[in-house]
């Protein structure tokens, strides 16, 4: 009889646990206003001291995305506040840096529609590839 409740009570925690880190991504992706599947988080940099952290997340989404790309120059956007924090990163972890050279293989193509937000310290790049239904989040606060 023990052991089943405390199967049970670990199963129940697990659910949990699962679901908090689910809905933790999805709010992370909250701008998109997309119904968002197959959330990854591809990268988690060491946190620091207070709020910093650069992390990335790959997604598809189910039915359409529209980012209005008219307002901004997305290799301008990526030069300037994301590329050089993810060639640092990069030096630390191999399989960053394959991603980075996949997303810039596609950034050249351009074959992304983007989203920037820089909102309060918090900066916020999504990438979407419309052919493929894959997309990219880098989220860096400092």
């Known amino acids: 009889m ?3 409740i405390i199967l049970i009570l670990i199963l129940v925690a697990c659910i949990f646990a699962f679901n908090h880190f689910a809905q933790n991504n999805r709010n992370e992706l909250s701008e998109l206003q997309a119904p968002v599947q197959n959330i990854k988080l591809e990268y988690k940099s060491e946190r620091g001291f207070g709020n910093d952290k650069f992390d990335i997340y790959s997604f598809s989404v189910e039915g359409e995305i529209n ?3 008219e307002d901004s ?3 301008a956007i990526y030069q300037k506040e994301f590329r050089n924090i993810l060639n ?3 030096k630390k972890n191999e399989e960053l840096k394959e991603k980075q050279n996949q997303i810039e293989n ?3 193509e351009k ?3 983007h989203k920037f937000i820089n ?3 918090t900066k916020k790049l999504y990438l979407y590839d419309l052919v493929s239904n894959k997309g990219y989040c880098f989220i860096l606060i400092i």
């Open 67 to 69: 980012f209005n790309n």
């Open 119 to 121: 909102l309060e310290g």
């Open 88 to 90: 640092i990163e990069s």
């Open 2 to 4: 023990k052991k089943s």
């Open 73 to 75: 120059n997305l290799e």
């Open 106 to 108: 596609l950034l050249e």
């Open 111 to 113: 074959r992304f529609v």
